[in-house]
């Protein structure tokens, strides 16, 4: 039988937040039997030759502490996972996407948070261009969901928010998947944006639509989790998605969000880039991102 995972990308600038992303990479590595790479990135930016000389010396040896740290962290944890740590010059997102391109890698687990001036490596924006272009999924770490101890992470309560589109569906086969893998619960999620049709004449028409619309993309997300054996429930609410999604958070014991980059446009299809760029930007949950691009998941 195939593993879920089978490789897992953590970036890290040696900051809190990438420390955050950092745990999160190594415990769902450990649970899902993933091999670890480690990636710091040395920015490289227009100036003086004799000043590079001088100062990618310095950025360079505070990188390569920073691979090392979550390289021991890791072994740390768990003495069994294999760990590969590298450290680049170039432009932090573009060589992030093309070293996990390039090695097949399966899901990247970074912060949103980093360093910023002269010790850049590792930024919110650099999180975004990533989850942007990455043709993979991106587990989006934000620094208020770091536990004490890798040991405190919970994979339990997934929420699975659902517009039916086909960017959507994808991220519902990783949700479902991982709670497979993990044995955790899903939560899925319906948001009727009343605001798109708010000068319409025919809103209670509209309203039911999408009423509709949700129960069955709720229906249809109920119905695979029961086929795969995992426990689930479903949820439809009156709101903009990203203050949706959030509430719903907030008020529940959500452990992670899964959700795609990408769906449809058009009343009621709501789930934009925007929204899960927002999503990620405000939730204290991480955030596992699943562009449209990316492959199904492996049965585990």
């Known amino acids: 039988m195939s593993k879920l995972i089978d490789s897992i990308l953590i970036p890290t600038d040696g900051s809190d937040g990438a420390i955050a992303g950092a745990k999160y990479g190594i415990a769902l590595a450990s649970r899902t039997k993933a091999d670890v790479s480690v990636i710091s990135v040395v920015e490289v ?8 000389e001088l100062v990618f010396p310095r950025l360079e040896e505070r990188a390569d502490q920073a691979v090392e740290t979550v390289a021991d962290m890791a072994h740390s944890y768990d003495d069994e996972l294999q760990v590969t740590t590298t450290v680049k010059r170039g432009t932090p997102f573009q060589t992030i996407r093309e070293y996990a391109h390039r090695r097949e890698i399966d899901v990247i687990a970074m912060g949103t948070k980093g360093r910023t001036g002269l010790e850049r490596v590792l930024l919110g924006s650099v ?3 990533v989850l942007r272009t990455a043709r993979m ?6 620094p208020d969901a770091a536990r004490p101890t890798i040991e405190e992470i919970p994979f339990e309560q997934f929420l699975l928010p659902t517009d039916g589109s086909d960017g959507a569906e994808i991220a519902a086969e990783w949700g479902i998947a991982l709670a497979v893998t993990l044995t955790a619960t899903i939560h899925s999620l319906f948001s009727v944006d009343t605001s798109l049709f708010s000068r319409a004449r025919n809103q209670e028409e509209m309203f039911d639509m999408l009423e509709r619309r949700g129960e069955e993309a709720i229906d249809t997300v109920r119905d695979r989790a029961t086929d795969a054996g995992v426990s689930s429930s479903g949820t439809i609410a009156t709101g903009s998605p990203s203050n949706v999604i959030l509430t719903y958070v907030s008020d529940s014991d959500v452990d992670m969000i899964v959700m795609g980059t990408h769906g449809q446009t058009g009343v009621g299809q ?3 880039g925007s929204v899960t760029e927002n999503v990620v930007r405000q939730a204290d949950v991480p955030v596992f991102c699943v562009p449209i691009s990316a492959e199904s998941p492996r049965s585990s």
């Open 45 to 52: 930016t227009p100036g003086p030759e004799d000043s590079e």
């Open 137 to 142: 999924p991106v587990l989006a770490v934000p």
């Open 270 to 272: 709501w789930f934009l």
């Open 127 to 129: 999180t975004e261009n």
